[in-house]
């Protein structure tokens, strides 16, 4: 018996693989560009009836900027808001260390968000803390609250009048204090959120609360390309 | 009342592959969370309702305070009896004078008020969170550091306690855990 003659599988077969391998990549190829194309058809489509915001509260009456300046943790006088160069944004936020709820994680929100942009972002927003609570927040102590959360929030402690006089011209009440039963200590009433003033000199959106950091963000990448007021249409 | 749930954030299209990944480590979290009946209130309520267990509170946590005057204690209680409770006052290991408080929202204005005794009708959850009720400690004698435990008592109607464990956690583990699918751990107690 002669062996049966060898079959010369070695050239067409290396043809066939590569016949499979080439339409494999092409078919491969067409997914991955359809999937593209289709992906960037829902990114438009979406974009349209999506919020623009993932986090930000668009406020119904831009806040205009304060013209308020008071001492910083360092007794120098500081803008509690500047009106920020193209490219830049300027934070706000008023609120008092012995605020057990409210303030530290609106803080602790905010200086998270912060942490997940590239350094070159976060060097062009400008946090500042007012309190409204000049009585117990002493410089110092604000400063280590501050540092706690953020170590570039700059803290600011005006006189509670003063503040009083800017918060009327953004529209919100006049600070209160109601006493804690049962402690010597007291309650301060302020603005709820964290405002952002763009280069136009308004703050057309706040953060309210706690959110994910990865969200705001998103909302402040978004805000330091400038106000665009096509965005509340 | 407490907000008993949050919505899940949508996520934008080019994300759709971080999502799913988050999704399925969430679902995964929630799997063990149910298995060892400390996860998430909607777990708690459930583990409640078939175990016909009393009132738990789970997920407590402590926010480590930057100011040592003042802190606030979260955490989801879980009323698995067939009658409402109330709440009438809560105590600490921390020190101090602790009350369950309100904050809320007047005219923008943020505002913080003790909250009376609550009741937690029978079958309910009630969530204390960051924006909400909250235990607030006014000058606790003790240093709160991350890490650290500190024993809850929570005094209901009728000489009924239930005592748990906050965990003393970053500011942020808050912010980003506030559903409990954070690093805060949760220690489960029952009434006595």
Known sequence: MTPPPARPVTRPGLRRGLWIASVVVIVISAIAITVAVRRGADDGGRRASDPVFRAATVMPDPLPLPTQAAPDTAGVSTPLATRPDAGHLSLLYFGYTHCPDVCPLDMASLAAALEELPEAQRAKIRVVFASVDPERDEPAALERWLAAYDPTFIGVTPPLAETNATLAKLGYAAVTTEPIPGSDGYAVSHPAGVYVYTPDGRAHVAFFGTNAPTDVADDLTRLLGGWDPSWVD | ?192
């Open chain 2, 1 to 192: 009342m407490g907000r008993l749930a949050r919505q899940p954030r949508r996520r934008s299209p080019r994300r759709t592959s971080t999502s799913l990944v988050v999704a399925l480590v969430l679902v995964g979290l929630a799997a063990a969370g149910c298995g060892s009946g400390s996860g998430t209130s909607d777990s708690a309520t459930t583990v409640a309702a078939h175990a016909g267990a009393g009132i738990r509170v789970t997920n407590a946590r402590i926010p480590a305070p930057a100011n040592p005057d003042t802190a606030a204690v979260y955490l989801t209680i879980t009323n698995g009896t067939d009658h409402d409770v109330v709440l009438e006052s809560v105590t600490t290991t921390a020190g101090g004078h602790a009350e369950v408080h309100r904050s809320s929202d007047e005219n923008g204005m943020a505002t913080m008020a003790p909250a009376g005794p609550m009741t937690v009708d029978a079958g309910a959850t009630l969530v204390l969170e960051p924006g909400g009720y909250h235990v607030m400690v006014m000058n606790p004698t003790r240093s709160l550091q991350v890490g650290d435990h500190v024993s809850v008592t929570l005094h209901f109607r009728g000489a009924q306690k239930v005592v748990t464990t906050a965990r003393v956690v970053a500011p942020s583990d808050v912010v980003a855990g506030g559903d409990g699918h954070g690093d805060a751990e949760s220690d489960d107690a029952h009434g006595h």
